[in-house]
């Protein structure tokens, strides 16, 4: 490999990753990859407990969740202390949570928020590798061929566009109910160099419509979170999801409205890029 050669970098990268896509998909074929292994079941939150003021966010909202155990019927309750998988930042009982654990043990659980939630086939990594591969093809034929140009916007637009219309038609359906911050959490974290760096978590609390007692970390929307305990707050939520609720609705409606803005003008920019792009083939 002559690496005078600029064209043995990518080809080096190429290699590896190519590695990287025939042993996962050949383990995926195998059905020995971790997802394959793992028994993924729906989980129903039985209780909520009450998180005490001053306390940690580790862990996240403390809770009782039950599942059935497929094949022996058996129904196991646990709790999310301990690390657990995803962290249960909004509960209520009855709330229905995604649980998943190796074949033949039940006792050893990971939480998820979406109970919808499949396994696959364990092809993330494959999938990625594969999807770097081709973009490095495009590049390499771009700088190749003399059209870098062409390269600007390249899978940009279409679902960005679509996430902003989603979002400002989800936040103009949402219920208003009001609620109230029941603790607020303190941590503390050390990195490496030892740097200390402190993050305050307000806990709100809030009925829905429908009866639903919701408790949920507040990760933002909260002036002045380490004063926020005992106040009364307005609570924006989805009716179809109460996890998915905003305490600053006003301040989110014109963030989509200037997504919106910014999407028109690169749009125009994109659609620009490609007319050089297309002259200059």
Known sequence: ????????????????????????????????????????????????????????????????????????????????????????????????????YPRGRPHDYRFSDDPEAAGGRGLGWPNTALFLIYVGLVVVASIDWGWPWALIGVCYLPGNVRDTRRRRERLASMAAVPGRIVAVLRDVSTDAEGGVSRTVTPVVAFTTREGVDVTAHCEKGVAEPAEAYGREVTVHYPQDDPAGFVLDHAARQRSVRSDVAVNVVTLVVVAAAAVVGVVLL
Do not use: K
């Open 1 to 100: 490999m002559d690496w005078t050669d600029w064209h043995a970098y990518p080809a080096l990268g190429f290699a590896v990753l190519g590695v990287v896509v025939l042993v996962g998909y050949g383990r995926s074929l195998a059905g020995v990859t971790r997802a394959q292994r793992s028994v993924r079941v729906r989980g129903r939150i039985e209780e909520v407990r009450a998180p005490r003021n001053g306390g940690s966010r580790r862990g996240g909202i403390s809770v009782v969740v039950s599942y059935r155990e497929p094949s022996t019927g058996e129904e196991v309750v646990v709790t999310n202390d301990g690390e657990r998988g995803e962290m249960i930042t909004a509960a209520w009982t009855g709330r229905e949570i995604g649980v998943h």
